[in-house]
């Protein structure tokens, strides 16, 4: 009996056997949390979809998404950091899993910078709550418990390698979206403001399938079941943690809008009525002066 095979790209190919986890492994960390989390995970991708398809009429709405996670993945990103420079039980496991080449931060930068032009101050600090709040839980609860990283490695990095294609097919049919940029091609202005969706490998779907098969490697064995319990319930709190996140943002330009339309209708309401107590004015004045001729 022949061997199943999958193809991967333009010259990589696996037997299926050579793909782990398999889906309907039950055991694998990976999995479990795709299962317990599966309800989170679908409401918080209808809004996140929905939110993005608007966010891609301007990009001053999805700089402020991307600001938001920048500052999730910094966090993510600068306690693992530390913890690679630990030498404990956690560090060999941690550099077993992370690739280089997965790493957020810099690429969020990029286009930050991209769209705020250059001004760096502009989105280097959270400063809406739930952004602050999530930033901070994750460096405290991770810095007391490392393994909850494992969290974070899978639920916010495999979202990526998802959706990465499909942003990046977005974007480049996105007419309108970017500014303008003197003296750039639109393929410039693509390659200058979707870096947080490109990873650069020669082969993405490879990539992940062998950091998918690193992290349950690493995870089945080297953890306790207490363990994968805690890093499951952290998964959940990503998920409704990442909706929060969302819905403030919108909840912020929602008030920012109510109260330009609300000071619009205030000042306009101001010189509709002096407009119409000149009406008055320039009306009996008329008649009075119709009286004397």
Do not use: C
Not at 118 to 130: A, I, L, N, Q, Y
Not at 149 to 161: C, K
Not at 214 to 228: F, G, I, M, P, S
């Amino acid at each position: 009996m022949s061997t199943a095979t999958q193809t991967l790209g333009a010259t990589t190919k696996l037997s299926q056997h050579e793909i782990i986890p398999a889906p309907n492994d039950v055991g694998a960390l990976a999995n479990r949390i795709n299962k317990e989390t599966r309800s989170l995970h679908d409401k918080i991708d209808k809004v996140v979809t929905l939110k993005f398809a608007i966010a891609l009429k301007n990009y001053k709405i999805f700089r402020q998404g991307l600001q938001a996670f920048y500052h999730v993945f910094d966090a993510i990103e600068t306690s693992l950091y530390q913890q690679l420079e630990i030498d404990d039980e956690w560090t060999e496991m941690f550099k077993q899993v992370w690739k280089p080449e997965i790493a957020r931060r810099e690429k969020a930068q990029q286009d930050l910078m991209f769209y705020y032009d250059d001004r760096k101050e502009k989105f280097m600090h959270p400063v809406m709550s739930e952004q602050v709040a999530f930033a901070n839980h994750i460096k405290e609860v991770t810095k007391e418990k490392p393994y909850l990283l494992f969290a974070y490695l899978h639920v916010m990095y495999l979202a990526l390698f998802a959706g990465g294609r499909v942003m990046r097919s977005s974007f480049a049919r996105a007419a309108g979206f970017y500014p303008r940029k003197s003296g750039l091609s639109h393929e410039d202005v693509i390659k200058m403001g979707a870096n947080f969706f490109t990873f650069d490998v020669a082969d993405e779907n490879l990539f992940r399938i062998i950091y998918k098969r690193d992290y349950e490697l690493v995870t089945r064995n080297a953890l306790t079941e207490e363990q994968k319990l805690e890093i499951i319930e952290e998964s959940k709190y990503i998920f409704a943690q990442n909706l929060k996140v969302v819905t403030e943002l919108e909840q912020h330009n929602l008030e920012k809008l109510t109260k330009n339309w609300t000071y619009y209708a205030i000042t306009r309401g101001y010189y509709v009525v002096l407009f119409l107590l000149l009406v008055v004015i320039m009306f009996y004045l008329r008649k009075i002066v119709l009286q004397f001729i």
